[in-house]
């Protein structure tokens, strides 16, 4: 099933990014640049760093300068967030492209890479989750509580997966077609944000 082997690339990012845990850290993906696989790693190394940019932004002790650099660079992921979506879904129109849409078929609600998104933000809940739920250093209420979150952040991910799969099956046997909108964000774009429009 796709959803199982996109989720084994998500925690095969987290895993190595919390090896040095470090937001500046340097970036190498190991998979082929032709292979899914590569947008998967790439996609959730992206989360994964901006998780952390936003624990780090949340400190009320943070240096106002820093806090301003910090919220450009999650700006900036975000853009790359989104364009990692888009290539994705580009990979399941060109994989599905030859497919007998069905007149009968329809649309969903969202693309099958923005469903992978939500899959790839479930499993760093889940890993900060469970790093929660076994802490050596917190109350047992504390753990109780993460246990409980946990618990159902994994059925979460079973129901997500689920959903995942078979929507793919559907788009491939022709029951439900899908389409691709930019997502045209205006605030990044010198033309269509007034205050940066306004600076020129």
């Known amino acids: 099933m796709f959803s199982d082997f996109a989720y084994g690339i998500f925690e095969e990012s987290i895993k190595k990014y919390h090896i040095i845990d470090e937001v500046d850290q340097p970036f190498e993906n190991p998979h082929p640049k032709d292979d899914v696989a590569h947008l998967l790693y790439r996609k959730n190394w992206i989360d994964t760093v901006q998780w952390h940019y936003e624990d780090i ?114 788009i491939e046997t022709g029951h439900k077609y899908m389409k691709v909108y930019k997502q045209m964000k205006m605030y990044n774009d010198d033309e269509l944000n007034p205050v940066l429009r306004g600076q020129k």
């Not at 650099?69 to 990692?84: G, H, V, Y």
């Open 57 to 170: 932004i949340r400190d009320p002790e943070i240096d106002p300068g820093k806090a301003l650099i910090l919220k450009r660079k999650i700006d900036a992921s975000n853009q790359d967030r989104t364009d990692l979506v888009e290539y994705i879904d580009s990979y399941f129109l060109e994989k599905y492209q030859s497919v007998q849409v069905h007149d009968s078929a329809t649309i969903n609600t969202e693309s099958p890479a923005w469903a992978i998104d939500r899959l790839s933000i479930l499993a760093l809940k889940i890993y900060h989750m469970n790093e929660e739920a076994n802490r050596t250093d917190a109350s047992e209420e504390h753990l109780k509580k993460c246990r409980e979150k946990l618990h159902v952040l994994l059925e979460q991910r079973k129901d997500l997966s689920t959903a995942i799969d078979q929507l793919l099956a559907d």
